[in-house]
């Protein structure tokens, strides 16, 4: 028997089925969510991703700008861009998709963001706000979407010893938060690159959240028989069994074999976090019309 689901897609449609009222509400006041994105250049998977968020704001009904800009795009562009965007009372949400061109100071235009209008959840005021356990705001959108999916599953995070690969300000760290956070409460170790023997750390884990993009980098000898897994990773690697490419994750397909419960690589985290930006983006309409 394999590992049990964890299926972000089902999930993920469960999200947007509770946003659905929420959006109907705020029209009912004369308002609508407005997500503007954009996109500096032209990288190809920026493009998918972008697609997908579009698709999702159709589905749901929250109006969708897009603004592309030429990688050639001057940082004062892209900063000018964002004041607009800022200053702009009819957009409730503003997202800088990664990954900006190289040489292009990302944290500075994340900073520029209003912490308001942050759905990404990345900036410092929203950082700051779940380092001190308040869990009321802008959410980091794929962390807050591996949650949302592991309390769908009921599964029982308390005590649970969970290691968490990657220390990144847009997954590891806010992840290693949430996870520790009160409600939550599992005992969390950080792993990454300077730490030394990860598999011991990894076979010791009850949760294995790996978000390292390295493809199959955890084994599956190291996980321990019922650990849960959710595996952040969505990698490209060439394979000669079927002359050309496929998407695999940071862990080992293998690891399905040992596993409790594991994401699937595509259908898994993906979803969830498409999910948890619409979430994020009609909280910061429910914000803004109530302030």
């Known amino acids: 028997m394999g590992a049990n689901r964890l299926d972000g897609k089902v999930c993920a449609a469960k999200v947007e089925s509770s946003l659905s009222s929420r ?66 009372p009819d957009v409730d949400g503003i997202l800088v998709q990664s990954p900006l061109p190289r040489g292009m100071d990302e944290l500075a ?4 963001i209003l912490p308001e209008k942050d759905v990404d959840g990345f900036h410092p005021v929203n950082l700051g706000r779940l380092v001190q356990g308040r869990l009321d705001g802008l959410l980091p959108c794929t962390p807050a979407g591996v949650m949302y999916l592991l309390k769908f599953a009921e599964l029982d995070l308390t005590g649970l010893k969970a290691v968490v690969l990657g220390r990144s300000r847009i997954v590891g760290m806010p992840m290693a938060l949430l996870l520790a956070a009160k409600g939550a409460d599992a005992t969390v170790t950080v792993v990454h690159s300077r730490t030394t023997d990860i598999e011991s750390h990894c076979r010791g884990a009850d949760l294995i959240v790996a978000a390292v993009g390295r493809p199959e980098m955890v084994k599956a000898a190291w996980v321990k028989t019922g650990a849960i897994i959710v595996d952040v990773g969505i990698n490209r690697v060439e394979d000669s069994s079927v002359k050309g490419y496929r998407l695999c994750g940071d862990v080992e397909e293998d690891a399905n074999s040992v596993a409790s419960y594991m994401t699937p690589v595509p259908g898994g985290v993906g979803p969830m976090t498409i999910a948890m930006l619409m979430s994020n983006t009609v909280r910061a309409a429910e914000m803004r019309k109530t302030s």
Do not use: M, W
Request: proline share 4%.
């Open 23 to 88: 959006i109907r509400d705020l029209a009912e006041r004369g308002s609508s969510p407005h997500l503007a994105v954009v996109i500096v250049g032209d990288d190809p998977a920026s493009h998918v991703y972008v697609r997908s968020k579009e698709r999702a704001c159709e589905r749901l009904g929250i109006r969708s700008t897009r603004i592309d800009l030429p990688a050639a795009a001057s940082f004062d562009k892209v900063l000018a861009t964002v004041e607009s965007l800022n200053q702009d």
């Open 109 to 112: 235009i994340t900073d520029h």
